[in-house]
């Protein structure tokens, strides 16, 4: 069947296929043509860049080693002269790192050989549904992320960025600052936003149970295995598998995983056959994992696959302009959802807010206005409502500073206030409302204080 015959079957985008070894097009042009699309073939750089010249493609696979040069100057010739090209490299068995400097050079994905017609239907899914859903996804809700600071804006453009590709991304940060909120934006803008989105928590997961959550296992495997099971890696199948702490994972673990990721396939516990899958691995942690490897407290080989791309999430005290229209959304989002009236934060909130380092970040954010809204008596939240931390106002250090008697002030403050509160309760019999009248707060406020310092009647 020459070229034009399948052309002329085909009703499908055009796909450009580079590779100097004939028998490969074939196979590759055949395997397209069962999926409904035509497709040119070009055994040289050279050829492959007269043809981007002529026509318009909607999908490149090329092979790394090429007569003239290699895929990777390809990507980097698509990357400059054709943006809106997905490429995508066709490795050899094992040669795992030509594929990680591929997608850092802004490959769409990777195959390898021998390329089987599931991987190659799964990527072609993938790239089609990036080319049909781009102007939708563009206009998609992409402020989940809120915050107009220079440090959130370049946040989201990243995103969206890295929302058309299928390379992996490390997602960095500290506790509370939005990694896993990040990771569904990059999954829900991207062309796997129909498919599952599964968060896994490393650290929750005992080390002895760690392979069939991950991998599933049947009927039998083990003691207590009555029924068969799928893992994450079966119920992400076809959309995003987020490792969350992916720094807590044992070394056997990380050996295990590295190669599900390597080679896009994984093996239940009592399976004899392995299962293909098609998942895009997000990764993050509040560790310094480059650290880990040169402690050998994680695998070299997992962070280079893991961390293609890395996307760093700043710490609220870096955005701290973003404070107030964090602070607005939050307030009217715990309003709305305990069914009170919604409230403001005075001037003195916001000054006390703003200078607060927030160790915690967003979550502590939330939580520090989950609290004021509980604590405060009128319509609008003032700065003795947030119950601030004193240790971390300013340019406070993060570490509680002592108190002439050697405690940490918090401590101390919180021994002071207890002894208030009970005092004021013993003078009125136990009476709340008549001790939270002494004292000069209101019943909510002392209901607070009487939960949180622990405090019976």
């Known amino acids: 069947m020459t070229q034009t015959e399948r052309r002329a079957r085909s009703s499908g985008p055009d796909v450009l296929i580079v590779d100097d070894e004939d028998d490969i097009r074939e196979l590759l042009e055949l395997s397209l043509l069962r999926l409904g699309l035509a497709s040119d073939g070009a055994a040289s750089l050279a050829e492959a860049r007269r043809l981007l010249g002529e026509k318009r493609y909607r999908l490149c696979l090329t092979d790394m080693r090429l007569p003239d040069g290699d895929g990777l100057e390809l990507v980097h010739y698509i990357a400059e002269h054709v943006r809106d090209l997905p490429v995508a490299v066709i490795t050899a068995f094992g040669s795992m790192d030509n594929a990680v400097t591929a997608l850092k050079a802004g490959a769409f994905d990777y195959l390898s050989k021998p390329v089987s017609i599931e991987q190659l239907r799964a990527l072609v899914k993938s790239v089609f549904s990036v080319s049909a859903e781009g102007a939708e996804g563009a206009r998609k809700d992409s402020t989940s992320l809120i915050g107009e600071s220079p440090a959130m804006v370049q946040v989201r453009s990243l995103i969206e960025k890295l929302a058309r590709s299928q390379a992996p991304v490390f997602i960095s940060g500290e506790s509370g600052s939005g990694k896993e909120r990040a990771a569904r934006m990059i999954h829900e803008l991207g062309p796997r936003a129909a498919a599952p989105f599964v968060a896994v928590n490393c650290g929750a997961i005992p080390e002895n149970l760690m392979e069939s959550e991950f991998f599933g296992a049947r009927k039998g495997a083990f003691t207590g295995a009555d029924a068969d099971r799928e893992g994450f890696f079966q119920a992400a199948h076809g959309g995003t598998l987020f490792l969350d702490e992916v720094g807590d994972l044992p070394l056997p673990m990380q050996v295990k995983l590295l190669r599900a990721i390597q080679e896009k396939k994984f093996r239940r516990l009592g399976d004899t056959a392995e299962t293909a899958v098609d998942v895009r691995i997000l990764s993050a942690t509040h560790q310094n994992l480059k650290a880990m490897v040169d402690a050998a407290r994680f695998r070299q080989d997992l962070f280079y696959r893991l961390n293609v791309i890395e996307l760093r999430m700043p710490a609220l005290r ?57 604590l405060c008596s009128g319509d609008a ?30 401590d101390y403050l919180d021994r002071v206030e207890r002894h208030v509160i009970e005092e004021a309760l013993e003078k009125t019999g ?8 002494a004292l000069g707060v209101t019943f909510r406020s002392l209901r607070y204080r009487l939960e949180r310092l622990g405090i019976k009647e």
Do not use: M
């Not at 119950?387 to 002030?409: M, R, V, Y």
């Not at 136990?430 to 009248?437: I, M, P, S």
């Open 318 to 374: 870096e955005r701290s302009e973003d404070i107030p229209q964090l602070a607005e959304v939050l307030l009217a989002r715990l309003a709305e959802s305990s069914g009170l009236p919604a409230v403001k934060l005075s001037e003195g909130a916001l000054r006390a807010l703003k200078a607060y380092a927030f160790p915690g970040n967003v979550r502590e954010l939330e939580n520090v206005l989950e609290r004021a809204l509980a």
């Open 381 to 410: 939240i003032g700065a003795d409502d947030l119950l601030l931390d004193p240790s971390d106002i300013g340019e406070a250090s993060h570490a509680a500073p002592e108190t002439p008697g050697g405690a940490p002030l918090q």
């Open 430 to 437: 136990g009476n709340r409302t008549a001790a939270a009248r």
